[in-house]
């Protein structure tokens, strides 16, 4: 579904992805880990063109996202993203947050549109906020209310940058909950994430970064029992 | 004392009822409050033109294009002549040089002048407004498929205008004062008004009082107007 080839990224002189090359199949839970520095919000960045990769080149489907032509806006609307520091639009209500980009990339009509964010306001638990500004909303309910503001447009895929990152941490369960429940019902996904309990149960596949480059690339069981590189094995000796 | 009442109420008259002096200062007060509205709107107009254009550029990088990386260097100009000289050069300038050969109302002449060069004092207004937004924001917005015009629209503008609402409230406030030298280009304005009334009383003292106390209702008028302004774009701001 998402091919990348041969992907090099550097800001100035700091080369900070190297040749990456990556095959996600549709379906599939991919979380990238990592040391910070490591390149791997560099790398989910790319995906969307948020970041513009010096040189390879990536696809989604059929489409070449890094060609020159490519309407890189069509791209966008069918991968959603969601960030660390939630990024809601704190001048709109909650409905207006989740609406805003359906009715104006003609996706969906108003009415639509509001039925829609009803909707999903009610499978995150949070129908009683449709009408809040985002300033009246615990960290998780935000994280919440991001992920069904991407979800609103329908993605083939979507794309985590540490979701529970800037979370209180009895906030980080009721956000991973949500993202397990995308994971169960067949959501092709990226995940950069430090949460290794999500890895292990919800990934079909763990990528390991460090200093530019994929080391390891692995089904979580093998990933976490039976690592190959030594420089993942220190990582996980360190953190679990 | 209440001889000392009897003598300002005299001076009032004097000053201001009698031969209808008081008609000299209303005509100079139109004239002030046309020359600051049509020199406001025309510098909100321009200055968020040129700020838009300016933040764009450091946001996203110099543009590619030719023809547009002009119009930058144009508007990078037009902010440093402006800011580097006094209106009242300004002022000058326009009425005597470029207006020279052309027999151009002095109002007009006065509405240009301190248009443009507002324009250069709200452009760095909306400038910083847009730039105080965080990029998140930009990010979140295209990330959903917005273009980025729709994104500006929808999701930096809203923002940007409320943050800059006071610096632009301030810049309005500096303007309606500023127009105050208008008198050299013998445009009789509210402060210029003085001077008839002047010529005819022989005495300035009570004219300007009078005056000062005009421009100082105007202010405090317009700084509860923006107050209010202000409150309502806050409401989402609210926890």
């Known amino acids: ?240 | 004392m209440a001889d000392f009442f009897k003598n300002i109420a005299d001076q009032f008259v004097f000053n201001f009822i009698e031969g209808d002096r008081w008609q000299i200062i209303l005509d100079g007060l139109l004239v002030t409050l046309k020359v600051t509205l049509f020199a406001a709107l025309i510098g909100i107009a321009l200055g968020f033109l040129v700020g838009l254009i300016r933040a764009n550029r450091e946001r996203n990088g110099r543009s590619r294009n030719f023809r547009y990386f002009r119009l930058e260097w144009l508007c990078d100009i037009y902010v440093t002549v402006i800011r580097g000289t006094p209106v009242m050069v300004q002022l000058l300038i326009i009425y005597f040089v470029v207006f020279a050969a052309v027999d151009i109302d002095k109002s007009l002449a006065a509405i240009i002048a301190f248009g443009f060069n507002s324009g250069a004092y709200v452009s760095e207004i909306f400038r910083s407004g847009i730039l105080s937004i965080d990029i998140g924001q930009t990010e979140a917005g295209r990330s959903l498929g917005l273009t980025s015009a729709q994104t500006m629209v929808k999701v930096i503008l809203p923002q940007a205008v409320k943050n800059a609402l006071p610096a632009l409230g301030n810049e309005m406030i500096t303007l309606l004062k500023e127009t105050s030298v208008v008198g050299y280009i013998g445009l009789v304005d509210l402060t210029k008004s003085y001077s008839i009334i002047q010529s005819r009383t022989l005495s300035a003292f009570w004219p300007l009082i009078a005056i000062a106390l005009i421009y100082l209702v105007m202010v405090m008028g317009l700084t509860k107007l923006l107050g209010i302004l202000e409150r309502r774009l806050r409401q989402s701001d609210k926890r």
Request: aromatic share 4%; glycine share 6%.
């Open chain 1, 1 to 240: 579904m998402i091919s990348v080839k041969n992907l090099s990224k550097s800001f100035g002189d700091l080369q900070v992805l190297k040749n990456i090359d990556l095959e996600i199949a549709k379906g599939e839970k991919v979380v990238i880990i990592g040391p910070s520095g490591s390149g791997k919000s560099t790398l989910l960045r790319c995906l969307n063109l948020l970041e513009t990769p010096t040189s390879g080149q990536i696809f989604l489907e059929e489409s070449e996202i890094t060609g020159k032509k490519q309407n890189i806006d069509r791209i966008r609307r069918r991968m959603g993203m969601v960030f660390q520091n939630f990024n809601l639009f704190p001048h709109m209500t909650v409905t207006e947050n989740i609406t805003l980009a359906p009715v104006m990339t003609k996706k969906l009509t108003k009415p639509e549109a509001a039925a829609r964010a009803e909707q999903l306001l009610k499978r995150v638990g949070l129908s009683d906020k449709a009408d809040s500004y985002p300033a009246q909303l615990s960290g998780g309910q935000k994280q919440r209310i991001a992920i069904v503001r991407a979800l609103a447009m329908d993605p083939e895929v979507m794309l985590f940058d540490e979701p529970t990152s800037a979370l209180d941490p009895e906030m980080v369960g009721e956000v991973l909950e949500v993202m397990r429940e995308l994971a169960e019902n067949n959501m092709t996904m990226v995940v950069v994430t430090h949460e290794m309990a999500f890895a292990r149960e919800a990934a079909t596949r763990i990528l390991f970064m460090d200093e530019g480059k994929i080391l390891e690339d692995a089904p979580p069981e093998e990933f976490f029992e039976n690592p190959k590189n030594p420089r993942v094995k220190e990582f996980l000796s360190k953190i679990l």
